[in-house]
C-alpha cells in the first residue's frame, strides 16, 4: 500500500515538473512577443518621427526660398522708389531750370525795347509813346506765358484777405468790406499769391451825429 502511494507521489512530480517546464517555456514566449511587439512599436515610432523631422526640413526650406524672394522683392522695391525718387528731383530741378529759362527769355524781347526807347529818347513823344505801348504788351505777354496773372479787383468787389491788402477805410455808400478802390495790382501764380493787391476798403456810411 505504501509503494503505491509512492508511485503516485512520483507521478505527481513529474506532472508539476512538466508543468512548471510548460510554464517556462509559456513565459520564454510570451516574453519574447512582448520584447518583438516592443520593437515593432519603437521602429514604427521613430518612422514616424523621422517622417515628422523630414517634413520639417522641408517646410523650413520652402519658408526660407519664401523669406529670401519676399527679401529679394524688397529689395528691388527701394530700387526702384529710390530711382523714383531720383528721377523726380531731376524733373523738378529741370522745371525750375527750364521755367526761369522760359520766363527770361520771355524778358530778352522787353529788355530791347527799352533800350531801343532810350535810344531814341531824342524822338517825338508818340513814337516814345508807341514804344512803351509795345513794351507793355510783351511784358504781358510774358507774363501770360509763365502764367503770372494780375489780380485787378472792381469797386464794390468783396474785400479778400488772401488777395487784398486793405491800405486804409474810407467812408462810403458801398457796403462794408467792399473794394473802393485798387491802389495797386497784385499778382498771383497758379494758386500762389506773388503780392496781393492794395485796395481801400468800405467802412460804410458816415452817420453825421452833429446837429
Not at 47 to 52: F, P, S
Not at 128 to 149: D, M, P, W, Y
Not at 155 to 178: C, E, L, R, T, V
Amino acid at each position: 500500500m505504501k509503494i503505491n502511494n509512492k508511485k503516485d507521489d512520483m507521478n505527481r512530480l513529474k506532472i508539476d515538473e512538466n508543468q512548471n517546464s510548460q510554464d517556462f517555456e509559456t513565459n520564454d514566449e510570451l516574453k519574447d512577443t512582448i520584447d518583438n511587439d516592443l520593437k515593432g512599436i519603437n521602429n514604427t515610432d521613430e518612422e514616424n518621427l523621422q517622417n515628422i523631422i523630414n517634413n520639417l526640413n522641408i517646410e523650413i526650406e520652402k519658408l526660407k526660398t519664401q523669406i529670401n524672394e519676399q527679401q529679394d522683392k524688397i529689395l528691388r522695391t527701394f530700387a526702384e522708389l529710390d530711382n523714383v525718387r531720383k528721377r523726380s528731383n531731376e524733373d523738378v530741378a529741370k522745371a525750375r531750370k527750364f521755367s526761369i529759362e522760359n520766363f527770361a527769355e520771355s524778358l530778352i524781347p522787353v529788355k530791347d525795347s527799352i533800350e531801343a526807347a532810350l535810344s531814341n529818347y531824342n524822338s517825338d513823344i508818340h513814337v516814345v509813346k508807341e514804344g512803351l505801348e509795345v513794351t507793355l504788351k510783351q511784358i504781358s505777354s510774358a507774363f501770360e506765358k509763365n502764367f503770372l496773372k494780375e489780380i485787378f479787383p472792381k469797386s464794390g468787389d468783396k474785400f479778400d484777405p488772401h488777395m487784398h491788402q486793405a491800405m486804409s477805410s474810407i467812408s462810403s455808400d458801398q457796403p462794408i468790406n467792399s473794394i473802393v478802390d485798387v491802389l495797386q495790382k497784385g499778382y498771383i501764380i497758379h494758386d500762389r499769391i506773388i503780392r496781393p493787391a492794395l485796395v481801400s476798403v468800405s467802412s460804410g456810411i458816415e452817420i453825421n451825429t452833429n446837429k
